[in-house]
């Protein structure tokens, strides 16, 4: 017998109890619980002071003011800790099959995805996403924009399609795991390198680093182009001006390609041991 | 002798077996080191080449490569003996006659044995070919610069070593481990070398343990401490730093061991 389809508040339901078991064996650990999400807050405080070093020997950086990178930087930083959050937890699909584990949750009656979401929910992650918000409403701030309703609608759109970006770029990439178990790393380089690398103007990068950032890798997309609209900038690679406003389409693309990875390394997948 | 040089031996051949994990290391240090050399050619360019304090961006440029081969060493934070606390197996190591500190030392210099090789050459080999770096031409500023990375190894570790023996008292090593990332990659110049910190921030810097993981041996590499008398200042601040943290490493041992409860008993 086929399992019924489930409604939202279903799903919605399940996920608030496996996530919230999650939580609150979490919570046991009290001391390294608030330790983790106090860390995890300064944590990307650093890696916002070491921008603010940068400036203090240039004043502009590729054209850039500080504030300025400070909105790219807080742009991708909400998209990519948000990502963080719901679903980067699937990284740890590599620990599951190499011990087996994964066998356990195709048998049980929901996706597997859906169950590496919530089986390694950790709360305490959203330190750093607090952090990127602050960066992000102090930037807006201290830049003077005039705010229409499309800058408005941009911004919204930007966080929106680079949540989407980055949560394909995890699962997408997380999925060529399942042909190569110890490659998990490799990952590394497009989920927190695009992160890393969009904190920055692309005008920053080589011609090469630019073209993968937008074609390849889209998290150019999560920060760069909207910003450029928002901000009134010029692009230094000369593409078209309607490219700002196509987060949305690159957030589809790249959910259709994790989707298409995912299902292809399912079928791959065979199990561990004799 | 013989016994850290079998463990250390056995580590070495253990970490070895798991190939694949290293190519992706590889690929990722090497993916990170692109896009550090980028931002600082920017920063540079933005300057109209201006030095900082006799840094040029060939030298920022090497930083940041030499910052991905330095990678494995300075940015694991905690030994395996974390997890063995944090479960209660710890119980095993201490009843063990042998000297803990040096064991899990000797472990580690076999471990990195392995992942150095690998791990740094690649990175300096791509960050040569598509980059201009600078190395030294003399015999001299070679071997000052291997005295300094070995000792480097061992305040890292002396390091590492302390942030897994706080697991005796938190009971998680993750939190810990996490923090000790953070402040490692920002002060040993990891991110960005210390020589462009304001200079208050630098004094700061200079004044604790983490420069001595990277930015030291990194600076002299890059002649910044040419002649007998500052490479001597150079190597003794890290020599104070190893002798100082081997020391606190031992303290705090012997504070958990007397205190502590064992998880599971």
Redesign the interface.
Known sequence: MLPRRRTVREWLHLYLVLAGARVRADWQ?R???V??TI??F??TF?DF??IV??F???????GWSLAEVAFLYGLSGVAFFVADVFVSQVERVSVYVRSGRFDSLLVRPLGPLFQLATDDFALRRAGKLVQACLVLGVAIAALDIEWTLLRVAVVAMAIVAGTVIFSAVWIGGVALTFW???????V??FTY?GN??TQ?PL????AW?RHMLTFVVPAAFVSYYPALYVLGRDDTLGLPQSVRFLSPVAALASAMVARWLWSAGIRHYRSTGS | MRLWWEVARRSFRRHST????T???V??NT??G??KA??L???F???GGAP?DGMDVTDAVTFAWMGQAFYVMVMLTYLDLAELIRNGDVVAELYRPRDLQAWWLAADVGRLGYQVLVRSAVPTVVGAVFFHLRFPSSPGVWIAFAVSFVMAQLVCFAHRFIVSLTTFW???Y???Q??AA??V??FSGM??PVT???DW?QAVARFTPYPSMMQTPVEVLLGRHAGWADSAAALGSQLLWVVVLFAAGRIVLAAATRKVVVQGG
């Open positions: 650990y001391t390294s619980f330790l983790f860390t995890q300064a944590i650093l002071l070491l070093v940068l203090n020997r240039v004043s502009r950086l590729a190569a178990v110890e490659a998990q790393e490799v590394n380089s390198g890393y690398a920055y005008g920053v990068f080589a680093v | 798991y190939r694949a994990a190519y992706a290391g690929f990722t993916v990170f692109f896009i980028y931002v050619i920017a920063v360019a933005s300057r900082v938190l009971l998680d993750r939190a810990t996490q923090a953070v402040v990659a920002f991110l960005v462009l910190f304001p921030l």
